[in-house]
């Protein structure tokens, strides 16, 4: 198990990354302006899935060796470009009247997609929960289970306010369907930007 002076130590540590607004808060964000709070929320629980998704391969070995394969990086990485450049065209083609009451399938599905081809994101994974696992404190992998429950968690939440936030501010461009489309459609253009340009390092 975890020791408690270690995981005190952890959760501060975690709270400030989980503040630190990157691709999983900005598609919680376009997803709040464009559909309201429920995608919103919906969209966190994809981005946290998908980091447990990440911290269990970790835990396994399996995160190493895709971040020792080149290709494999660049596989995932162009993945996630293509598909977020799919969902900015689909965000504009959509109609004027999205409906804020119901959740998109896109909602929950799309950010898990968007998180788990975040190369980036199995990289960080590496280099940061390692540093307070401690082999002889138990199994590696229950602690990479755990340390990756807490920022799960903590990003869960914040991401998912960012979102509510959003869907407020939404709903007052609402009358405008055409600039939503337009500004939704640039997160996600932007996003796939990023993602294009990201470097191993």
């Known amino acids: 198990m975890v020791d408690p002076l270690t995981l005190l130590a952890f959760v501060p540590a975690a709270l400030a990354l989980n503040l630190t607004p990157g691709a999983d808060m900005m598609f919680c964000l376009g997803q709040g302006m464009r559909f ?4 919103s929320v919906a969209a966190s629980a994809g981005i946290s899935l998908g980091g447990m998704v ?28 293509a598909y977020l450049l799919w969902l900015a065209v689909q965000t504009f083609r959509s ?9 998109p399938p896109s909602a929950f599905r799309g950010a898990l997609i968007v998180s788990l081809t975040n190369p980036k994101v199995i990289l960080f994974v590496l280099a940061f929960v390692p540093q307070f696992v401690v082999p ?25 306010l960012v979102g509510v936030f959003a869907g407020g501010v939404g709903r007052k461009l ?3 369907g055409q600039a939503l489309r337009w500004i939704s459609s640039g997160i996600f253009v932007a ?9 191993r390092a």
């Open 36 to 39: 309201g709070p429920r995608a």
């Open 54 to 81: 990440h911290v269990t391969l970790a835990g396994l070995g399996l995160g190493a060796l895709v971040a020792a394969v080149p290709w494999a990086f660049d596989v995932i990485r162009w993945v996630g470009v």
């Open 95 to 103: 109609g004027r009247n999205a409906q804020a009451a119901s959740v």
């Open 136 to 160: 002889e404190a138990g199994p590696v992998l229950m602690q990479f289970l755990i340390f990756g429950a807490v920022l799960s968690i903590g990003g869960f939440v914040i991401n998912a």
């Open 174 to 176: 609402a009358r405008g």
């Open 191 to 199: 996003l796939a930007a990023r993602l294009a340009v990201l470097e």
